[in-house]
Nanobody, 122 residues
Framework: QVQLVESGGGLVQAGGSLRLSCVVPGRTFSSHAMGWFRQAPGKEREFVAAIDSSHTSIYYADSVKGRFTISRDNAKNTVYLQMHSLRPEDTAVYYC???????????????WGQGTQVTVSS
């Protein structure tokens, strides 16, 4: 079983920034593609960003392009989501996920974290 531990969520004013982190202990991190998803109250979970194991393929949801950046540090077993110009509609629980094969934009990830709350006030 692969564990994923998110951190970095919190309360921020509109226009502010946050950086989320997701640590994946163990030796399998570097071979997994990683993704970030979010779920707002009353809404379905949606794709935010994904990065493959070699950093060559990166994908973003249209709603976050130009504002969010996904990156990974394989030496630290960590994937990041840097979020700028945050908006109230970015408020959600953000989940980190690992895919054993490829950087998917769908929900078909193999492992999921518990989530971290991001709240953007207007």
């Amino acid at each position: 079983q692969v564990q994923l531990v998110e951190s970095g969520g919190g309360l921020v004013q509109a226009g502010g920034s946050l950086r989320l982190s997701c640590v994946v202990p163990g030796r399998t991190f570097s071979s997994h593609a990683m993704g970030w998803f979010r779920q707002a109250p009353g809404k379905e979970r949606e794709f935010v960003a994904a990065i493959d194991s070699s950093h060559t393929s990166i994908y973003y949801a249209d709603s976050v392009k130009g504002r969010f950046t996904i990156s990974r540090d394989n030496a630290k077993n960590t994937v990041y989501l840097q979020m700028h110009s945050l908006r109230p509609e970015d408020t959600a629980v953000y989940y980190c996920a690992a895919h054993v094969t490829y950087a998917s934009t769908g929900n078909n990830y193999d492992y999921w974290g518990q989530g971290t709350q991001v709240t953007v006030s207007s």
